[in-house]
């Protein structure tokens, strides 16, 4: 025992209550305690999202004990010894002890049992280590995970180079927690190990790789834990094209000073060339969402130019032109490559300018063009785009009279 958790309302919640009430009639008080995050954000006063539990059940016991209280079981990873319990709609992790018995830099071969130690040298660091009862004591086998979770020290249980061979995403992993909880200077031997085993992230899927990178770049203050990435060559393995640390500092600066917000998306996309098709390539290289690849290759466009005094007609042609949230996105990225002194209000100014105005509808259309004598096909759409060109530079005047005029004159140029 290692102290005590103050309550928590997640510890003490109704739910929370029946799902241990029917692990502890089938394995006893004791079999089931807490685990890892929930146990080390709440001693760090840091909000708690998922709740995970460890028991010496196996999991066709846990399962068993679960359904005969009537709380619902989905059997989300058997093999590996885990189990999801949903009661009043909460979803409980819950994961037999387990000792790895062949790992391959990418998965492991586990075997259950019964003892806390073994199943805490499993884990990657130490603070994740940690085990609380349901009165909240707190248990630390590995005898260094409190301390380095109230010191904001990232350290590996047992030999960091072990560790990371089990699964080489754990290098990934390390600079995550760097960056969520670290303080001070890195654990010297974890980052080292990181260093020299880099090239094993290679065998790790894409899929894996990125959604622990937009963890990372999630954190309130990713920089010093990039900055290491990049030193280590780690971010060079894992995203190549990814090397515009001065950008992406100034992003976070302006996000944690002004923006009050963190986009992990925008943040990569920083990182990246202002290059479409080197931004598309790298998103499909870390097997991004076409949602998420099409952000970052609008994102990374150049054309039109953005600049703090671009004046408001210029600002609403460009939000025309590319959209609301493309705009947005590289305003901000041009605002973060600005070195230009005192300009700071003046992109402010115009974000906000643009996140008030609301682009709006071209007041013609295919329709309109026939009725004044376009003939069906390409016709139609040069006479549109000519007279959708001049509102457009005009500054979008509401004059429906003068634009029909306009299309009109557009459609005898066109059929003369």
Request: charged fraction near 30%; proline fraction near 7%; include cysteine.
């Amino acid at each position: 025992m290692s102290g005590r958790l103050e309550p928590q309302p997640w510890m003490t919640a109704p739910a929370t209550r029946r799902v241990f009430a029917a692990l502890e009639a089938r394995g006893g008080a004791g079999c089931a305690r807490f685990v890892g995050g929930c146990v080390r954000n709440a001693l760090l006063g840091r909000p708690v999202d998922d709740l995970d539990i460890a028991t010496v059940l196996t999991p066709e016991e846990a399962r068993a004990a679960l359904e005969a209280a009537g709380v619902r079981v989905v059997p989300t990873g058997l093999d590996h010894g885990t189990v999801t319990a949903v009661a009043d709609h909460q979803p409980f992790e819950i994961t037999t002890l387990r000792r790895d018995v062949e790992t391959d830099g990418r998965r492991a071969v586990v075997a259950f049992t019964t003892d806390w130690g073994e199943d805490a040298e499993r884990r990657d660091f130490r603070l994740n280590a940690l085990y609380a009862a349901p009165d909240g004591t707190l248990f630390d086998p590995t005898g260094g995970g409190l301390e380095d979770a109230r010191a904001g020290r990232i350290v590996f249980v047992g030999d960091p180079e072990t560790r990371i061979r089990e699964d080489y995403l754990r290098i990934l992993r390390f600079f995550r927690f760097y960056a969520w909880f670290g303080r001070g200077p890195p654990d010297a031997a974890g980052l080292e190990a990181c260093r020299s085993l880099k090239d094993g992230l290679t065998r790790i899927s894409a899929e894996r790789v990125q959604k622990e990178l937009l963890k990372l770049l999630a954190a309130g203050d990713p920089r010093a834990s990039v900055r290491l990435m990049s030193a280590t060559g780690v971010l060079a393995v894992v995203a190549p094209a990814a090397q515009d640390l001065d950008r992406l500092e100034a992003l976070v600066e302006i996000e944690r000073g002004v923006l009050g917000e963190a986009d992990p998306e925008l943040r990569l996309a920083a990182l990246l060339p202002s290059d479409p098709a080197r931004a598309r390539a790298a998103a499909e290289a870390l097997r991004l969402s076409n949602a998420q690849r099409d952000r970052l290759e609008a994102a990374a466009g150049t054309e039109p130019p953005l600049a703090a005094d671009m004046g408001a007609p210029a600002m609403r042609r460009a939000i025309y032109r590319l959209g609301p949230q493309p705009f947005r996105d590289r305003l901000k990225l041009a605002w973060a490559a600005d070195r230009s002194p005192g300009q700071a209000g003046a992109w402010r100014a115009l974000l906000e300018a643009s996140d008030a105005w609301r682009a709006p509808v071209f007041p013609v259309g295919g329709a309109d063009a026939m009725e004044l004598g376009a003939p069906r096909g390409p016709a139609v759409g040069r006479a549109l785009r000519e007279v959708e060109d001049w509102w457009v530079q005009a500054d979008f005047p509401a004059d429906e009279a003068a634009i029909r005029d306009r299309l009109a004159a557009a459609v005898r140029r066109g059929t003369a």
